[in-house]
């Protein structure tokens, strides 16, 4: 079994709906995606406990509201081709995968 790493890490931003989409256009079947609770409780699609590394801003996870995460840029750091690419909730991740297969 091959699985995708935070979907296709190396083709996309990780965690992101394009890393998934990435992975199913590679044919990977299964992905491996990381789940941490906003400010306001709502699962989001993230790995770090912070949002600095793979966005343009500041701050722990856990204490940004789902408004505040939606308004990051999380593509651009990986290129410019995904500027403007969103942390994804858990249910928008999951419905984007039933469309995707």
Do not use: Y
């Not at 989409?21 to 789940?35: N, Y």
């Not at 590394?53 to 308004?71: D, I, P, Q, W």
């Amino acid at each position: 079994m091959i699985t995708g790493h935070r979907g296709a890490a190396a083709l996309a931003p990780e965690n992101t709906l394009s890393a998934i989409q990435k992975a199913v256009e590679s044919g990977i079947e299964w992905v491996e995606i990381d789940t941490q609770l906003s400010a306001d409780n709502i699962p989001v699609i993230v790995h770090d406990k912070t949002v600095k590394r793979c966005s343009n801003g500041k701050g722990c996870v856990g204490e940004l509201t789902l408004a505040e995460l939606k308004a990051l840029d999380v593509g651009s750091w990986f290129s410019n081709e995904f500027a403007g690419e969103t942390i994804p909730t858990l249910e928008e991740t999951l419905l984007a995968c039933k469309k995707m297969v």
